[in-house]
T-cell receptor, first 111, second 111 residues
Framework: KAGVTQTPRYLIKTRGQQVTLSCSPISGHRSVSWYQQTPGQGLQFLFEYFSETQRNKGNFPGRFSGRQFSNSRSEMNVSTLELGDSALYLC??????????FGPGTRLLVL | GENVEQHPSTLSVQEGDSAVIKCTYSDSASNYFPWYKQELGKRPQLIIDIRSNVGEKKDQRIAVTLNKTAKHFSLHITETQPEDSAVYFCAASIPGNQFYFGTGTSLTVIP
């Protein structure tokens, strides 16, 4: 099976702009989770979608939002970008729960 | 919510020696504990996991132990090799598929 894919792989934006990231899970996986990874902070949980519904949510401001489509593909949106949003954004998929498999990530740089 | 602490943050060992990374968690409801290895510029890869009904699991040179009473779990790598050099993350999952990650351990194996 093909692994988790994410697009784009790299992105440069300026403060105040918005950005949309995409994640395609492993075929048959219905859960998609999103994480923000920054040096020294590890992986911070953003949210998890299952069957087009947000099932879990981390402690991030409302500027961070997401959605999931009927084919389980997920998108994450960040509005009004701040310098501190520069990070590697990882998504991970799992069947329904349990073992998560990560995508390669989208590296976002906010100038 | 759950809080996962990971130690040490950096670890250097001689090739052939053993490496041990320890994590503690706070939520007794956590029931699944995966370990991920992340090489520079790559996605986190699952290397081993353990469920709360098991005390120890081994896969070749890698083993994980879980002490539910003390709420801690550890990763043991024996006969380390230079290719084991990477950042290792522990995680704890509570029912409902929400994962909490440690801040990572940067392991360097010195040839």
């Amino acid at each position: 099976k093909a692994g988790v894919t994410q697009t784009p792989r790299y992105l440069i934006k300026t403060r105040g702009q918005q950005v949309t990231l995409s994640c395609s899970p492993i075929s048959g996986h219905r859960s998609v989770s999103w994480y923000q990874q920054t040096p020294g902070q590890g992986l911070q949980f953003l949210f998890e979608y299952f069957s087009e519904t947000q099932r879990n949510k981390g402690n991030f401001p409302g500027r961070f939002s997401g959605r999931q489509f009927s084919n389980s593909r997920s998108e994450m949106n960040v509005s009004t970008l701040e310098l501190g949003d520069s990070a590697l954004y990882l998504c991970a998929s799992s069947l329904t729960s349990g073992t998560q498999y990560f995508g390669p990530g989208t590296r976002l740089l906010v100038l | 919510g759950e809080n996962v602490e990971q130690h040490p943050s950096t670890l250097s060992v001689q090739e052939g020696d053993s490496a041990v990374i320890k994590c503690t968690y706070s939520d007794s409801a956590s029931n699944y504990f995966p370990w991920y290895k992340q090489e520079l510029g790559k996605r986190p890869q699952l290397i081993i996991d353990i469920r709360s009904n098991v005390g120890e699991k081994k896969d070749q040179r890698i083993a994980v132990t879980l002490n539910k009473t003390a709420k801690h779990f550890s990763l043991h790598i024996t006969e380390t090799q230079p290719e084991d050099s990477a950042v290792y993350f522990c995680a704890a999952s509570i029912p409902g598929n929400q994962f909490y990650f440690g801040t990572g351990t940067s392991l360097t194996v010195i040839p």
